[in-house]
């Protein structure tokens, strides 16, 4: 961890003339949850919170404190500079807020890596987002370390108090505020509980790579053996969750990992997974934590009478979540750390149905996907998304990322060479066609798909090289249809799929010119010239080695 050049700034626990519960049990987190109405009780266990206004992330409310010498923060839309006198004037606030009020205190770890570990304090006026931070965070293995805990980084969580925005420079009354040199998180505004976790993680992406450890947001398992493991990464949708919870392998976690000189290591201690339209015998181990003690459910529609949960109601938020501790899973590894990956999946959603269903890729084709992190919204999951929308985020988590970009994918560059780790990208959108015309890839020809790759199955069989973006393609894979490895036979207008391969490629494009790329990882990324190429001979087939 870096050194901290200013002061770190406290929350005075000492003096709150209010009770103080910390680091109670789940059960008494329930009981004080029920007890002042933040939540209510669902059939089967789990607590049921409703988040009101904001159902998820408000990227464009958060800002990280600018200090003197801060000049190595990635400053723009993701990292908007903040006042250091607005941050006292609103933790001045709130402690005025919270002064006679309840306030619950967790105390723990973000890092499964005990060189690595955060120890991580966060307070807050909600018993359920105490709970949230119990399940999401690594628990002490017992009461005794919480004597005298002397926090790393703080996470003070209001959701009642809002800031002034002619007063304190915010969009609005709602705020996430990240001062990473002090230590502290602010939050306020907002009952959605994921700002808590999301903060943590900044906090990683800041610590972690000054350390000469790549922080990644991608979920992580392994197979017969620790060395064995495999890293997916992806955004929202794109199936990371899913597709790392494989009963052949054990799962280490679904969303956070750092990558050391050791290996990798889980930062988080519990999962945070969308259960919309969850089923039982599509991700059964995930279906069963909605039923059990200890979960917390947010925006989760249940029965008022029966308290049964509709897991596919939609109509508080399509973005209903799960949150549990890795202990509610059977086929995990509770310490979180494995070894060095041997395969890198790239999870992308491709509502636009032109990307091959898997890929290989080269060194630097692996860096120009990181950096260009691409997935497809499609029509439904946000208001106003009438058609497919490009989506690119940096290393597939660009508003988590306090560094510039070029900072994690020259880190990852790094280690895939040291290690010898293989890349590839896999789509898990559409086929024969664009959202509305084509079909979703089916999640059992995905698993195959994976499965082969990390077994080393694909390690010997024919490629061709894909004419528009230069990575290989399989030509066979055992369990899948050949046809649909060739997306372009897929579509019954094979014009139509030339110019949406061509729209795509030019948005890749117009997305990589605003990052810091070497010469050879540009040059990896689709090209005007090679898709005139493409016009020429698609359906030709190369053999790759």
């Known amino acids: 961890m870096t050194t901290a050049t200013i002061e770190p700034v406290e929350f005075d626990l000492e003096n709150h003339s209010g009770p103080v519960h910390r680091n109670l049990s789940a059960a008494r987190l329930y009981e004080q949850a029920l007890k002042h109405g933040e ?24 800002f990280v404190v600018q200090h003197p010498g801060s000049d190595h923060i990635w400053w723009g ?22 002064a006679d009020r309840d306030i619950y205190v967790f105390e723990g770890y973000a890092g499964a890596d005990p060189s690595q570990q955060l120890r991580v304090r966060v307070v807050t006026q909600r018993a359920w987002h105490s709970l949230f931070a119990q399940n999401m965070f690594i628990r002490p293995a017992s009461p005794e370390e919480t004597v005298d805990f002397q926090a790393d980084f703080t996470v003070v969580d209001v959701p009642e108090l809002c800031a002034d925005p002619d007063r304190h420079g915010t969009r609005s009354g709602t705020f996430v505020l990240l001062d990473l040199e002090r230590r502290m998180a602010l939050i306020g505004g907002t009952e959605y509980a994921g700002e808590i976790k999301k903060s943590v993680f900044a906090v990683m992406n800041h610590h972690l790579p000054q350390a000469g450890i790549l922080s990644m947001h991608c979920s992580a398992n392994y197979g017969e ?20 919870a494989d009963v052949a392998r054990t799962l280490i ?7 050391s000189d050791s290996g990798i290591f889980n930062i988080e201690g519990g999962c945070y997974a969308k259960v919309i339209r969850l089923s039982p015998s599509g991700e059964p181990e995930i279906f069963a934590t909605t ?123 790094e280690k895939l060479e040291r290690h010898g780790s293989q890349v590839w990208l896999v789509n898990t959108g559409w086929t024969g066609g664009a959202h509305g015309t084509g079909s979703r890839m089916a999640l059992k ?101």
């Open 39 to 62: 939540a209510v009780l669902a059939a089967g266990g789990p607590l049921l919170a409703v988040t009101g206004e904001h159902t998820g992330r408000t990227p464009h409310d958060r």
């Open 77 to 98: 839309a993701v990292n908007k500079p903040f006042a250091p006198t607005a941050f006292d004037d609103l933790l001045q606030q709130a402690h005025s807020f919270m």
């Open 225 to 244: 053996a620790k060395d064995d493991s495999a890293l997916f990464f992806g955004l929202s949708g794109t199936g990371k969750t899913t597709l790392s």
């Open 253 to 259: 976690g679904d969303d956070e990992h750092g990558w």
């Open 291 to 413: 039923k059990r003690f200890g979960t917390v459910l947010e925006n989760v529609v249940c029965d008022p009478a029966t308290r049964c949960l509709d897991l596919d109601d939609d109509s508080l938020t399509e973005n209903t979540r799960s949150s549990y501790p890795l202990s509610h899973l059977e086929n995990v590894d509770l310490l979180g750390q494995a070894g060095h990956p041997k395969n890198v999946v790239f999870l992308t959603c491709d509502a636009f149905g032109v990307l091959p269903p898997i890929a290989r890729l080269n060194s630097e084709q692996a860096m120009y996907h990181f950096l260009s992190g691409y997935t497809a919204k499609v029509a439904g999951t946000e208001r106003g998304v009438k058609e497919p929308q490009a989506t690119f985020s940096a290393c597939f988590g660009a508003p988590f990322l306090p560094l510039p970009p070029a900072v994690y994918a020259r880190l990852l560059g």
């Open 445 to 545: 020809y995905t698993r195959r798909m994976i499965n082969a790759a990390l077994s080393g199955a694909l390690g010997s069989g024919e490629y061709r090289v894909d004419p528009v973006f230069g990575f290989e393609v399989p030509l066979t894979i055992s369990g899948v249809d050949s046809s649909v490895l060739d997306p372009r036979g897929t579509w019954a207008d094979t014009a139509a799929y030339d110019q949406q391969v061509a729209e795509l490629a030019q948005m890749f494009r117009d997305n990589a010119a605003g990052f810091e790329m070497d010469d050879a990882v540009r040059a990896a990324g689709p090209s005007a010239a090679q898709f005139k190429t493409a016009q020429s001979s698609t359906g030709q087939s190369n053999a790759g080695p």
